[in-house]
């Protein structure tokens, strides 16, 4: 028979020992996300109709593109966390293996393409299609 030690039942780590990290994680940026998203959604309110040399300038100011780059970073890395758990619910093998990476990667490709952009309009670049 084993017993567990009163540390081990305190800790509350399960059998994977990442259980509890995980939900705090999630946890924080649940609520980080529910600061941004208002903050977020005023951002896009003032940035509809403007045209596209005032849409830059108004990225280009540190508010309105600090608000979006954490609503984005938050946003996708809560995305990445969430598709995990869902992931290794519901698939098994290599099915879950593509599925994890696929996930991973498409995160943060938003990622890299939402700061890149952001980057670019911060610094006055104009972007010429």
Known sequence: MRYITPRKAAEGLGSAHEGTQHHWAMTVSAVALTVLTPLFMIV????????????????GRPFPALIT?????????????????????????GTRKAAIIFSVIFGWAVIAAAVYALARMGLGAIVVL
Do not use: N, P
């Open 69 to 93: 780059a954490l609503f984005v970073i938050v946003g996708m890395v809560h995305f990445i966390k969430g598709t995990r758990i869902m992931i290794d619910d519901y698939f098994q093998g």
């Open 44 to 59: 896009v309110a003032r940035a509809i109709g403007l045209s596209q040399e005032q849409l830059l300038a108004y990225f």
